[in-house]
């Protein structure tokens, strides 16, 4: 086997996916992550279809995944007077097998520190591949150099990997002109999920397995990822002058410690792969909240680690397969936006995206279609 010492940007669900397979092929894994812990936030993520179940089922991670499984729960769109317009059910934004992004990072990681070093709170500052070398040189913010036979970044759609190897963020990420924030709130908005829009805003609260989450139509933002009072007041800003129990939420939102805000977005790049370093999940395929990201990250991971096996370690081959397969399959995250199907920006846009809710046959059909994508690939027995 060649190229058996393998890094790994990002320890979310891509990079610890991979790294549970390499390890079962016989690699050296090391996975870096900028976070100082592994990062339990967001909402729930989900699984659908034949091809998702059976990569999870040969993970061998299904049951556990089951057991901790929060999918069914309805959500309630209601007006300002708080009465309830329609029903969003749980079936359609949980897909077959919904659980907690954390829950699922948790169970990866679990998996797979005992096999493979993590590197907490760190991040790669750079990446040299000789010409006629056999590795990759990288130099990290805080630990020594060290050279690996490949690199992978599965550091999401900002991702750094893919900016030191393919160029800045600007040439692969186009924004979709909204925001999103998802704000862990100490009070309690109720048991039943609610969610209330005005033209171009949504926030939703209440519920058992979510923070409370915004969606905001806007131009791009200038802030700091890492400021969390600027982002408070963005949120605030966007948030003024509305109505339902909105004050009281933006309230409890600047008592919140935490604040995620992010813009909705979609990588566009031409290939996946440069050299011996190659992208996998949201870094070469993300499409923010449109549903698919954990799923596409969790095949593509299978896809890459047996590729990899399947030509002993030769990248040339195994990088190039990877490609052809998972293009054709990550098609999805080229096309669609949720940014304007949760904050419609006009009244009869907001009525018209909850009049579609009242059809189940409608919502059939959408669900049907997700399907399909999801279970769009040869799915090759390494
Ligand atoms: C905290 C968090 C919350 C999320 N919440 C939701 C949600 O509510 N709904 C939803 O649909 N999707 C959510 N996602 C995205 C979802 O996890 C992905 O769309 C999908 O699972 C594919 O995962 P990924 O591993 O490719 O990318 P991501 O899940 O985005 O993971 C990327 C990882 O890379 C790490 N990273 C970033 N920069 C560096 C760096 N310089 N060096 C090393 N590591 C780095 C990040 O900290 C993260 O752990 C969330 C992701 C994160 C990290």
């Not at 092929?25 to 989900?46: H, M, S």
């Amino acid at each position: 086997m060649k190229n058996t010492n393998i890094l790994i940007s990002g320890a979310s669900i891509a990079g610890p996916a991979l790294a549970h397979w390499l390890i079962r092929y016989g690699f050296n894994v090391t996975i870096v992550e900028k976070a100082p812990a592994l990062r339990l936030g967001g909402q729930a993520v989900d699984f659908k279809g034949e091809t998702h179940r059976t990569v999870l089922s040969r993970m061998g991670i299904l049951d556990d995944v089951r057991k901790l499984q929060t999918g069914g729960t309805d959500q309630e769109i209601v007006d300002a007077t708080g009465r309830r317009l329609a029903i969003m059910p749980g079936e359609f934004t949980g897909g077959d097998l919904e659980i907690r992004r954390g829950d699922l990072s948790k169970i990866l990681y679990d998996r797979t520190a005992p096999a493979c070093e993590y590197v907490f709170g760190d991040s790669i500052t750079s990446l040299t591949e000789p010409p006629a070398g056999d590795g990759v040189h990288v130099t990290f913010e805080r630990s020594a150099p060290r050279t690996f036979d490949l690199v992978v970044g599965a550091d999401g759609i900002h991702s750094n990997v893919r900016r030191l190897a393919f160029g800045p963020e600007r040439d692969h990420v186009r924004f979709l002109g909204h925001y999103y924030a998802l704000v862990e709130l100490e009070e309690d908005f109720g048991a039943v999920p609610r969610m209330y829009n005005e033209p171009g805003r949504m926030v939703a609260v209440g519920g058992p397995k979510a923070p409370a989450f915004f969606t905001f139509a806007s131009g791009r933002l200038d802030y700091d990822r890492y400021d969390v009072g600027h982002q408070k007041d963005i949120l605030t800003r966007a948030y003024a002058g509305m109505g339902w129990r909105v004050p009281a939420i933006m309230a409890a939102v600047g008592r919140a410690d935490d604040v995620y805000l992010d813009e909705i977005s979609q990588v566009r790049i031409d290939g996946y792969r440069k050299g011996r370093v190659v992208l996998l999940g949201d870094a070469a395929y993300g499409n923010t909240l449109g549903g698919f990201g954990t799923g596409l990250a969790v095949v593509g991971a299978y896809v890459l680690a047996g590729e990899l096996a399947a030509a002993r370690g030769d990248h040339h081959v195994a990088f190039a397969e990877y490609e052809r397969r998972l293009r054709g399959y990550a098609k999805i995250a080229k096309n669609g936006n949720t940014g304007p199907f949760l904050a419609p920006a006009t009244p009869a846009g907001i009525r018209m995206r909850n009049w579609m809710f009242k059809y189940r046959f409608l919502l059939g059909l959408m669900m049907k279609l997700g399907d399909k994508f999801a279970t769009d690939i040869d799915l090759k027995n390494y």
